[in-house]
């Protein structure tokens, strides 16, 4: 199974969270399963890992790719929002996630991902935090018709020093992620209330 539950069962606002790095001992990862318990009492996330995802095909694709793909699209369509945290590799992002965007966006502009905010954050060992690879996951999810997060970019830098005893502990990168998750949260909100 992908997906794996972070906090309790019932919410009032569910988040999918996804990771660039498939590492087990992955910063991102970490960070992304730090912000599950940073999460007001009645919202919900949950992990999925993207090692099943198999490479994208279109003779694969349509009405039944294959099952951790539908798995994946499935989680994002019950997802009020999506948490993606990710490295930067070579310049950009990493393969892994943007193939797995590449099938949760079919069909184009009719997907799981449209309409859907989502918070960028990207996590490096350099002192960049990964931007060139925010850029571009903020491009393709708006290729989707998904709702990045109009909002100050979230780059970590210098991620290993940001843990102290496998736990991500600097308070300027918790009060950053803080506010992403405030805005992320004020943002769901505001499209339930328009959608009434
Ligand atoms: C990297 N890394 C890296 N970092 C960066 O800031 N800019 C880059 O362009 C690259 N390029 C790159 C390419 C490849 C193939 C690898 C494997 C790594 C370093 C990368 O950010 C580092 O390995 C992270 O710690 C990986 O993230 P996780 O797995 O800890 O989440």
Do not use: C, N
């Given at each position: 199974m992908n997906v794996s539950s972070d906090t309790q069962p019932a919410a009032a606002i569910r988040l999918l969270a996804i990771s660039g790095s498939l590492r087990r001992a992955s910063h991102s990862?970490?960070?992304?399963?730090?912000?599950?318990?940073?999460?007001?009492?009645?919202?919900?996330?949950?992990?999925?890992?993207?090692?099943?995802?198999?490479?994208?095909d279109g003779d694969l694709d349509g009405p039944q790719p294959p099952a951790a793909v539908a798995e994946l699209k499935d989680a994002i369509a019950q997802a009020d929002g999506l948490v993606i945290c990710s490295p930067e590799y070579n310049y950009g992002m990493p393969g892994v996630l943007k193939n797995a965007i590449d099938w949760a966006s079919r069909p184009a502009?009719?997907?799981?991902?449209?309409?859907?905010?989502?918070?960028?954050?990207?996590?490096?060992p350099g002192a960049l935090g990964g931007v060139r690879a925010q850029g571009q996951i903020r491009d393709a999810l708006a290729a989707t018709l998904a709702r990045p997060?109009?909002?100050?970019?979230?780059?970590?830098?210098?991620?290993?020093?940001?843990?102290?005893?496998?736990?991500?502990?600097?308070?300027?990168?918790?009060e950053m992620l803080q506010a992403a998750l405030a805005d992320l949260l004020a943002e769901i909100r505001l499209l339930a209330a328009a959608r009434g």
């Open positions: 990862t970490a960070v992304l399963r730090h912000m599950a318990t940073l999460l007001p009492a009645d919202v919900q996330q949950r992990l999925f890992t993207l090692e099943e995802i198999p490479p994208y502009f009719a997907s799981p991902l449209k309409g859907k905010p989502a918070l960028v954050i990207t996590a490096s997060l109009s909002r100050p970019h979230v780059a970590i830098p210098l991620i290993a020093s940001r843990f102290q005893d496998g736990q991500l502990s600097d308070a300027t990168t918790l």
